[in-house]
């Protein structure tokens, strides 16, 4: 009985990542067609490693993840830890400090872009910053949030019992034990920057593009293998950071 009911479920997978197979492999494709093997080779990586386009792009987008991930982990962090602490019967306060993962991305980014034309910002890589520590600061708030669930608030009274002030308390006991959920979120937040578009091609100035808007202009005249090696190149990357992400994310739960 069991295996009938399965079976809908591989055909899903099939569905969804057979397109993602078929992009790895094409990427070591030797035929300058994306679409004809013509037999195994790893040249199109050599190529992609030589384009000053795609080298700068992806300089922008590390500067950007790893910026909006320091600053997203900081503020989602004291964020969550003030609503779980100070703002528990206010679930307004608790619908806002998600709101940024739940509107659509489109929306966001308008939303965003409206901002900077009000104040006159001029857009280029801080203005995209800003924008994906709104985005990720969303995501690190409800993991770290998850995190403080489990936590026993006696510690930290234990902790104020014994003479520690509010900021040792927290240095010492509140931030080693949030610390699993801390990273988690910050992985997360790193790895949705990193692949992140249309916030990105809204908030972006013309001369900093991060990576994925690069890969957007390689494409709009066919895909090519450089760009299903560079698909490959990231696809590596994400998954790799979000298995860490959920391995923490496990083990949070199991402390």
Known sequence: MRRPVLVPLWLTYLFLYTPVAVLVVMSFNRSDSPYAWAGFSTDWYGTLARDDEVLRGLANTLIVAAGATGLSTVLGTLLAVGLARHGSRSRLLHAVSVMPALLPDIVLAIGLLAFYSLVSATLGLYSVLLAHTVFGLAFVTAVVRARIAHVDPSLEEASRDLGAGPVGTFVRVTLPTL??????????????????????????????????????????????PEVNALATVLLTVSFTVVIAAQRLSRLTEAL
């Open 179 to 224: 610390a699993p959920g801390i990273v988690a979120g910050a992985l997360l937040t790193f790895t949705l920057s990193l692949d992140e578009f249309v916030i990105a091609f809204f908030t972006a100035g013309p001369k900093d593009p991060t990576l994925p808007i690069v890969i957007y202009s390689m494409i709009r005249f066919g895909v090519t």
